[in-house]
């Protein structure tokens, strides 16, 4: 059975390059436009992995998407990886190892992502 990606992000058209690239590696994938029906989708779908945008309703909606899903007990395992344009967008850099505490997530990426490291990525976080 392949493993189950949910992609949360509210820009339709990389959803959908992103579905084709994860699709052709092997992975089912889902999506959500937006962080709450996100949750839902985890609470209902069980996903595997979850790719998560930044700036989507507001321009931090990611953040606390990401918040929720690591304090909910439920969900405090799912591995996030968080893709977003919201450094070239606002001028910050993230970078997991010395942003850890404030970014809840196992792996942060800059759109735009080349796809063989989006698989790349995804493989890692799922054990591959």
């Given amino acids: 059975m392949p493993k189950k990606i949910l992609i949360i992000d509210d820009d339709i058209d990389l959803v959908e390059a992103m579905r ?3 699709e052709g590696a092997g992975f ?3 999506d959500a436009q937006e962080g709450e029906k996100g949750i839902a989708k985890i609470e209902s779908e069980n996903p595997d992995l ?3 945008d930044v700036m989507m309703g507001t321009q931090d909606e990611g953040f606390h998407v990401a918040y929720q899903i690591k304090n909910t007990e439920s969900m405090a395992d799912l591995p996030i ?6 450094g ?3 001028g910050f850099s993230f970078d997991k190892e010395k942003d850890e505490d404030f970014l809840p997530v196992n792996e942060f990426i800059e759109k735009p992502v080349n796809p063989a490291v989006l698989i790349e990525v ?3 976080n799922l054990g591959f």
């Fill in 88 to 90: 070239q967008e606002t």
């Fill in 50 to 52: 979850v790719i998560l």
């Fill in 20 to 22: 084709m690239t994860l």
């Fill in 28 to 30: 089912e994938v889902i």
């Fill in 122 to 124: 995804v493989k890692s």
């Fill in 81 to 86: 990886i968080m893709l977003s344009a919201v």
